[in-house]
T-cell receptor
């Protein structure tokens, strides 16, 4: 099993550009989520999904879109990048959201100029 | 709503010394509690979790944590640290029987082990 994979590892964008961060898991997990990590802020939840076709907002959803058309994939879209979105983004998956171990991807480091 | 407070943002400690990383949570309902570790330039991985039963939970790499309901705490301890324990540690909480409400993470404690 590859676990949770994220692409790209690094990305530099200009303000106003759009892009999609990819996340895939091969563990047949129903629950997937996106976090951003900023110094001194810990991990903050952007969006999450409890299964294909179902998504919900987390703590900091503004400026991001998600969709979940398959169990395996959960892409995160930045519609119009802003410098405030400079961060490290982590995707995670688990069997459920409550008591199961979350498995994290290696992260995508995004810089918006 | 739940919240997690990690009382120390940075903890320096000498190699082979004991360490305690403190975590307090706030919730009006019963919770599950977790500690995750993040090594430099990596994603997070589970260290240990408390679901029910014994309040002393043992995890990987010699770490343990104790759930104290009256003090709403879940402090992480290790009796003797190694250089390889240098990492950032995150406490997290989720609500029991919540229908998949997401984890809430603390802001992290950076543990630096000094040779």
């Amino acid at each position: 099993n590859a676990g949770v994979t994220q692409t790209p590892k690094f990305q530099v964008l200009k303000t106003g550009q759009s892009m999609t961060l990819q996340c895939a898991q091969d563990m047949n997990h129903e629950y997937m989520s996106w976090y951003r990590q900023d110094p001194g802020m810990g991990l903050r939840l952007i969006h999450y999904s409890v299964g294909a076709g179902i998504t919900d907002q987390g703590e900091v959803p503004n400026g991001y879109n998600v969709s979940r058309s398959t169990t395996e994939d959960f892409p995160l879209r930045l519609l119009s990048a802003a410098p405030s979105q400079t961060s490290v983004y982590f995707c995670a998956s688990s069997v459920s959201g409550e008591l199961d171990t979350q498995y994290f991807g290696p992260g995508t480091r995004l810089t918006v100029l | 709503a739940q919240s997690v407070t990690q009382l120390d943002s940075q903890v320096p400690v000498f190699e082979e010394a004991p360490v305690e990383l403190r975590c307090n949570y706030s919730s009006s309902v019963s919770v599950y509690l977790f500690w995750y570790v993040q090594y430099p330039n990596q994603g997070l991985q589970l260290l240990l979790k408390y679901l029910s039963g014994s309040t002393l939970v043992k995890g990987i790499n010699g770490f343990e944590a104790e759930f104290n309901k009256s003090q709403t705490s879940f402090h992480l301890r290790k009796p003797s640290v190694h250089i390889s324990d240098t990492a950032e540690y995150f406490c997290a909480v989720s609500v029991r029987n919540s229908g998949n409400t997401p984890l809430v993470f603390g802001k992290g404690t950076r543990l630096s082990v000094i040779a």
